[in-house]
């Protein structure tokens, strides 16, 4: 459902958008999301493109140093439209068992691509031919809790594509941010899942799926080539079990979805949050910040062999998708001490 | 759900046991939680009532089962008691001594909230230990915003009312939903076929029925059953109905218009019907039919007392409890009809 006629204002929506996504994550959830590590500071920067920039053991030594935040015309490179890349380390250590990490770098002009130890884990906006900017989005990217290595540093690597006017890493938060509310999750499903955007069956086969996009998960749509889409998509996602939860009952963790989702797993729908309808977005006007976790009824997941979980989504407006938060299996166990936990960490 | 507090029926219930105060709580669901003896020590305390989110449960949304254990005193009258759990956002299913009592709302994945309907489930007498350990476990689902057992009055009561009547109808009635393409949902826990009258039938299997609804019961009257003097109180019903003793049609809702209820809404009106002379079968079986007609919200013969009664105990009754309530526009749409 294109709003784009109904509002005019569009474009204002989505700077209000990022405005109040931004205050989410920083101060009206201030108690629940902390910085862990400032990034700011001396970065590596070249001029042009190459993937095996994205790798952590290529050598940058020989790279220009430019300053974080701020635009390459403001650090020497005036004029310069284009590629180009930018790479650190961090050395800060963190918990491997903790899959609660999330690396805040403000506000790119136009297009990036971030790696993590040459793994991609986000981007934003189109790359030429289909370039779309996302200048005005604040990138959040969660890092997948797999990519975290003990006592090796956390190569970064960000691909940036600029139209015009300023580039770069222009202003806003550059850090890693830590989530006190994120769940160790049992099995991890977060990372790329199957997309598409418009209808999708309840139980779609492989045939089905298998052509559709990549996406990254959790991620809002808009940065990852859906700008201004509003309406429904749909998420599909494989996952392999070997027994290892011996038939205990287990909770899905879906994190926070704008606006509302039903949830299949193997065909069954196990959790919703209401009817796909503008009203149900009315009533539940917090539904976007709401953290989805779906107790699993029993004999749904299937403990040793594939599963298939299916996540449709209605987006009314702005931005859209499951765009943030813990994605996830824990058995109900964990999931039951975790909020134990988080209650004593709050009194 | 945001939890509301709305009007009460003006029943006179009389507090027995509070139950108001710290019960066991865990988030999760585990059917082994109703259990009389499951073993609760190591779950958390949490107030009741009070909605979980104030409790520390910030943001908490999903399954939780409340506990809480009591003991009756010896000399209560066990045969009419009433659990009333005040208002629960959003589904809730109720175990005594691990038997389910009552239930309201649907569970997931397709959840239908009942955080409007104040919760008044029968306590049965068989269910109850009279000298020991008596369990209540509460299954919870709350769907979003704030959850649990929220707001309103918690515990044992006794229905006062019910000492009025000379033969007290309230109990398991059959019940035959009239389920139409719009209301097809009928999850019926108890029996089915069966409801506890009085009360919501949302609360007894059909949530978000809308339309007509047959009651029946069925008593024995001695042979020497005095017919003088006495009628049929119903108590009080959303939103209509028609009334058969024994075949024979004994009155309908607007036969109960008069002068000093006009301005009263039909859900308000106690309802008392006289019963015509020879109706009564002595000595034998007497077939009850209530015909209940709901126009949309919560239905059903929903408040008590319903059974026999003396002339003089109605008018006592009725004294009780004046038909007050002003509807604004129940009267300002019966002045347009009228």
């Given at each position: 459902m294109k709003t784009k006629n109904k509002y005019p204002y569009t474009y204002l929506r989505h700077f209000c958008f990022a405005i109040s996504l931004f205050l989410l994550a920083l101060n009206t959830k201030a108690q629940d999301i902390d910085k862990y590590a400032d990034l700011s500071g001396l970065w590596k920067f070249h001029l042009g493109d190459n993937m095996?920039?994205?790798?952590?053991?290529?050598?940058?030594?020989h790279w220009e140093n430019i300053k974080v935040p701020s635009s390459w015309e403001a650090q020497g490179f005036y004029g310069y439209n284009g590629f180009a890349w930018y790479r650190t380390r961090i050395y800060t250590p963190l918990n491997t068992n903790n899959s609660s990490y999330y690396l805040s770098l403000g506000y790119i002009d136009d297009v990036d691509e971030v790696y993590i130890n040459g793994k991609k884990i986000g981007s934003s906006g189109r790359f030429p031919n289909n370039y779309t900017t996302a200048y005005n989005a604040h990138r959040i990217y969660a890092i997948p809790n797999y990519l975290i290595r003990e006592n090796e540093p956390l190569s970064i690597a960000i691909r940036v594509y600029d139209d015009g006017g300023e580039g770069g890493i222009i202003h806003g938060t550059v850090a890693i941010l830590v989530d006190f509310t994120a769940v160790n999750t049992e099995f991890d499903l977060s990372g790329d899942w199957k997309f598409r955007i418009g209808k999708c069956k309840e139980n779609p086969q492989a045939d089905d799926y298998s052509n559709w996009d990549e996406i990254i998960v959790p991620g809002a749509w808009e940065d990852q080539g859906y700008k201004d889409y509003d309406g429904l998509a749909c998420y599909v996602k494989e996952f392999f079990l070997e027994g290892q939860f011996d038939n205990k009952r287990m909770v899905l963790l879906l994190g926070r979805i704008d606006d509302l989702d039903m949830a299949y797993l193997n065909g069954k729908l196990i959790g919703q949050s209401g009817e796909f309808a503008v009203e149900t977005v009315e009533i539940r006007n917090e539904t976007f910040k709401q953290f989805r976790a779906y107790y699993i009824p029993q004999d749904i997941l299937i403990d040793n062999g594939k599963n298939v979980l299916t996540v449709k989504v209605y987006d009314h407006s702005g931005m859209g998708g499951i765009w943030s938060g813990t994605i996830g299996l824990i058995s109900q166990d964990k999931y039951i001490q975790y909020w134990r936990n988080r209650i004593r960490n709050h009194r | 759900m945001v939890c509301s507090i709305t009007k009460v029926q003006a029943e006179d219930l009389e507090l027995k046991i509070s139950l108001k105060g710290e019960w066991k709580f865990t988030i999760g669901d585990d059917?082994?939680?109703?259990?009389?003896?499951?073993?609760?020590?190591?779950w958390d305390e949490i107030f009741v009532p009070r909605n979980w989110e104030s409790s520390g449960f910030k943001d908490y949304n999903g399954f939780a089962w409340y506990r809480k254990d009591f003991q009756l005193p010896d000399?209560?009258?066990?045969?009419s008691l009433f659990l009333i759990l005040g208002r629960i956002d959003d589904v809730d299913e109720v175990y005594l001594n691990g038997q389910l009592i009552g239930a309201s709302g649907v569970f997931p994945p397709a959840v239908i909230t009942a955080y409007h309907i104040l919760r008044k489930y029968p306590f049965p007498e068989e269910l109850l230990n009279s000298n020991g350990k008596n369990v209540i476990a509460i299954r919870v689902f709350d769907d979003y915003n704030d959850g649990g057992i929220c707001a309103g009055p918690i515990g044992i009561y006794v229905d006062k009312d019910n000492e009025l009547l000379s033969y007290n109808l309230s109990g398991y009635w059959n019940f035959e939903a009239r389920l139409n393409k719009h209301n097809t949902r009928n999850n019926f826990y108890?029996?089915?076929g069966s409801i506890y009258v009085p009360g919501f039938w949302e609360s007894f299997g059909y949530p978000q029925f809308d339309g007509t609804a047959i009651y029946s019961t069925q008593f024995m009257l001695p042979s020497n059953f005095d017919e003088e003097n006495i009628m049929l109180v119903l108590g009080y019903i959303d939103d209509m109905e028609k009334v058969y003793l024994n075949d024979v049609l004994i009155g309908t809702t607007d036969d109960l218009r008069n002068k000093e209820n006009r301005n009263i809404s039909n859900i308000h009106i106690l309802r008392g019907y006289q019963i015509p002379k020879g109706i009564f079968v002595k000595g034998g079986q007497n077939t009850l039919i209530v015909k209940v007609y709901d126009t949309g919200g919560e239905g059903g013969i929903y408040a008590g007392p319903v059974g026999l009664i003396t002339n003089e105990n109605y008018v006592r009754l009725k004294n009780k409890r004046p038909d007050t309530v002003y509807d604004f526009w129940d009267s300002f749409f019966r002045a347009i009809f009228e």
């Open positions: 095996q920039w994205s790798e952590p053991d290529y050598d940058d030594s | 059917p082994a939680w109703a259990e009389m003896d499951y073993n609760d020590q190591d000399q209560l009258d066990k045969s108890h029996q089915k």
